[in-house]
């Protein structure tokens, strides 16, 4: 049995309970890390609020693959049988966490956190996407010396105060490297972190480029571990939000949004799916509402409370593409969005040094000039001169179309959510 919180604010947080089979307990302890321990000012007759029983060794017969996980939201009980990845004790807490922050007038983000130092202010990033797509890169980039908060959770409250949710960060490892992401690589090498699905070779060396088993190779690591690491309780609140959409064809590395814009941009939850997400995710062109794969009621109920709490507590927005421009990695034409392209991005958003236009097609902003990118890689911001440089005007036009349409179709498909939503993007 594993107590704590999540959140670490005496005022917002949620007491969690975690039951494991004692012959898994590598997933208790790695829930441990991610919980905010108890204070001991806890009473004898302390209760979890919400609770996760997890039986990696009980089949449930009859469900597919024998496996099943059952959600009671109105008990707070997470039931987990017949699975011993640990992402499912992790996932388990939040989900059932996400309703009790939409019950309480706020809103669950799959987000990671940071705050960034422009001149003797601190602008604070929110940070969403999918797993896989680079939220947690971006999170733990450095710009101008900026610290993480939270790697994959918050809460954005009515108040629009920002709440945490782990004392930890469950990474993904496939393709570490120590020049690209150096804050993960230091923390995931320490001895007190816990490693799932990642290559060991004879002599105990970790390989974390092996994919021979799999490439979603995960790390649990401590907050404290992380170099410059904040204290959600001295976040005050957002001043912008990222969305990050892997991509390959005619989304910008940046783009910045409007608040409908912004709403409908979030339901549309676009991405190209990762390893991150199993194997029958990689490689496919997805859709994922607020791309938090984990809100347990309905889709609209998010998108609608995203727009309330907009305008309610304005801050900028922009869609971000982590991928490629062009084409896939298989394309010589194609452009890389390199880490060294988003951080500048990043690095220009907090600072307001960003050149912006109106794109014609899209009615966004796309960016003329980021201070850190060369103009030779223009087509990384604007891919429609990409495409006409390479002579692909036709290739444009036709991507531009089929994804307008696809858009408008896909917000339409949502009972329930607000018309304003709907009709941002012009559908």
């Not at 992790?90 to 019950?103: I, P, Q």
């Not at 190779?217 to 690491?229: L, N, P, T, Y």
């Not at 609140?237 to 940046?254: C, K, S, T, W, Y």
């Not at 858009?407 to 559908?427: H, K, Q, T």
């Amino acid at each position: 049995c594993v107590d704590g919180y999540i959140g670490n604010d005496p005022e917002h947080r949620t007491s969690a309970r975690l039951w494991m089979e004692k012959a898994f307990a590598n997933i208790a302890a790695m829930q441990d890390l991610l919980y905010y321990p108890l204070d001991g000012n806890e009473s004898e007759q302390w209760e979890p609020e919400l609770t996760v029983v997890y039986t990696p060794s009980v089949v449930a017969n009859g469900y597919p693959d024998d496996r099943c996980i059952t959600v009671d939201l109105e008990a707070g009980v997470t039931r987990v049988m017949n699975s011993d990845y640990f992402g499912e004790s992790k996932k388990g807490g939040l989900r059932m966490w996400n309703a009790l922050v939409y019950n309480k007038g706020g809103l669950a983000l799959h987000a990671g956190c940071k705050m960034i130092p422009v001149g003797d202010e601190q602008k604070t990033a929110l940070i969403v996407g999918l797993s896989g797509t680079g939220k947690t890169t971006t999170t733990f980039t450095r710009q101008n010396g900026s610290g993480p908060v939270q790697d994959d959770f918050v809460a954005m409250m009515g108040d629009g105060t920002i709440q945490a949710t782990e004392n930890g960060c469950f990474a993904k490892t496939f393709g570490l490297s120590v020049e690209d992401e150096p804050t993960i690589h230091a923390a995931v090498c320490r001895q007190v972190s816990y490693l799932e699905n990642v290559a060991q070779d004879n002599d105990g060396n970790i390989d974390f480029f092996d994919e021979s088993y799999t490439q979603n190779g995960r790390a649990v690591i401590r907050m404290e571990d992380i170099s410059g690491a904040i204290d959600a309780r001295e976040v005050p609140r957002a001043d912008f939000l990222l969305i990050l959409n892997r991509n390959e064809n005619i989304i910008p590395g940046v783009c910045k949004l409007d608040a409908k814009q912004s709403a409908a941009y979030f339901m549309l939850g676009e991405t190209q799916g990762t390893s991150a997400g199993g194997k029958d995710e990689a490689g496919k062109f997805l859709r994922v509402p607020g791309t938090n794969p984990f809100f347990p009621l309905l889709h609209s109920q998010q998108g609608n409370r995203f727009l309330e709490l907009m305008k309610a507590h304005p801050m900028e927005a922009y869609l971000l593409n982590t991928g490629r421009v062009g084409g896939p990695d298989s394309d010589d034409r194609s452009k890389k969005v390199r880490i060294a392209h988003s951080s500048a991005i990043v690095k220009g958003i907090a600072e307001a040094t960003i050149s912006w236009e109106t794109d014609p097609d899209f009615g966004y902003l796309v960016a003329t000039s980021v201070p850190g990118i060369d103009e030779s890689d223009i087509g990384i911001l604007q891919p429609r001169i990409l495409y006409n440089d390479q002579g692909r005007d036709a290739e444009y036009r036709v991507y531009v179309d089929r994804i307008r349409e696809e858009r408008v179709e896909c917000l339409n498909s949502f009972a329930g959510l607000a018309p304003e939503i709907v009709n941002a993007l012009g559908g």
